[in-house]
């Protein structure tokens, strides 16, 4: 008699048995494993050595004509200020969710930024998230830009030869000044990449956080249209931007009103994307219930409880320790008692009358009960 055969034992993700499967929409992200930082799977984009791969290609090819011997340099210090706003981002994005007690299971560091997967957030913390990530992007671009404004402005002697350490500090310009303040408008420039709610972008999550916490009813039908029309109408006035920009142009290999136009489709596009019924779906499950919500402890509320366990324990020590003395005072306290009837009070030594005081003080001590109950 042959025994049926079993289907394979497929075991469930961690932290996805519980939750449907349109909320792992923003998990399926492309990107390379680069390690864990404090619990949270941190992941690179493939669109990210794309964009380095066709950057370091286009330098290669306009390096050797005229008028760009720093062309290198100044690729390589833009790519490196670029990369040290992902850094940043991802950095505020971990410490603030441990500060805030959001449980943060994984983000991806894309082509503007960090990239978030649905979490059961609640959405004024994540619109709080938000808010931080984009503030502190702001103030890195400005404190670039004070550095270039408070520098000298005088021409650099040699400034757009080859070699040499002012090619590094000018980045193709004429002042050093200048390349702070280019370092300052990139990072600006991410912080305005990242408002755009283009897909897995911190500003189309903000705007979903809103929408949640404006209306925390379960229902995510009104909610989802609601959003959908604001990204539509965005849209529409990109597309009338790039007419404007249009109307108005000198031509060119890539005029600028293209660029909008591409974007503004692109975002009209995504307006039905999965991701946004994935978010307001989990903010609407994490206003119900705590236990339904990717939330623990705070970083505070951590440290108070720390600090809570270290004093109960040193208490129970303590306890401890005098429960032992207090037996091993009882244990000599019948031979203490036998010397002090037979031969008095001046028989005993020091530290037998010490051992007489510590049990007196004792039985003193302890609580009374009443003997009438």
């Not at 923003?26 to 404090?38: E, K, Q, V, Y």
């Not at 949640?212 to 990109?238: C, D, H, W, Y």
């Not at 007419?243 to 600028?256: D, Y």
């Amino acid at each position: 008699m042959s025994l049926p055969k079993r289907s394979p034992n497929r075991t469930a993700k961690p932290d996805d048995s519980d939750r449907p499967s349109h909320w792992s929409v923003d998990d399926s992200t492309a990107s390379i494993p680069a390690g864990r930082i404090a619990g949270t799977r941190v992941g690179i984009s493939y669109g990210v050595f794309f964009a380095a791969a066709a950057v370091f290609g286009a330098v290669s090819v306009l390096a050797g004509r005229p008028g760009n011997s720093d062309l290198v340099a100044a690729s390589i210090t833009g790519v490196a200020v670029w990369f040290s706003g992902l850094i940043v981002q991802a950095a505020v994005s971990i410490g603030f969710c441990a500060f805030a007690g959001l449980r943060l299971r994984s983000l991806v560091l894309g082509i503007i930024g960090v990239e978030l997967p649905v979490h059961r957030w609640h959405p004024q913390r994540t619109a709080l998230l938000v808010v931080i990530v984009l503030q502190v992007l702001a103030a890195m671009g400005f404190v670039l830009w004070l550095v270039g404004a408070s520098h000298p402005e005088s021409s650099f002697d040699g400034a757009g030869e080859s070699g040499g350490w002012v090619s590094w500090m000018a980045l193709g310009f004429s002042r050093a000044d200048d390349a702070w303040k280019a370092s300052g408008a990139l990072i600006w420039f991410q912080m305005l990449c990242q408002l755009i709610p283009m897909p897995r972008t911190l500003g189309r999550i903000g705007l979903l956080s809103l929408i949640g916490t404006l209306n925390q009813s379960i229902q995510i039908e009104p909610k989802l249209v609601v959003m959908r029309k604001l990204i539509r109408v965005l849209a529409f006035l990109l597309f009338v931007a790039a007419l404007a920009m249009a109307t108005g142009s000198p031509g060119g290999r890539l005029p600028m009103w293209s660029v909008v136009a591409l974007v503004g489709a692109f975002l009209w596009g995504s307006s039905g994307g999965k991701d946004l019924t994935a978010w307001l779906d989990s903010f609407a499950v994490s206003t119900l219930s705590r236990e339904e919500s990717e939330t623990c402890a705070t970083l505070l509320d951590e440290v108070r409880r720390r600090i809570t366990d270290r004093k109960n324990e040193r208490r129970l020590r303590d306890a401890h320790q005098r429960e032992v003395g207090e037996a091993m005072d009882v244990a000599r306290l019948d031979d203490i008692l036998d010397r002090l009837h037979r031969d008095g009070f001046d028989s005993l030594s020091d530290e037998e009358q010490q051992v007489l005081r510590r049990v007196s003080q004792t039985l003193r001590d302890r609580p009374k009960f009443d003997e009438s109950s």
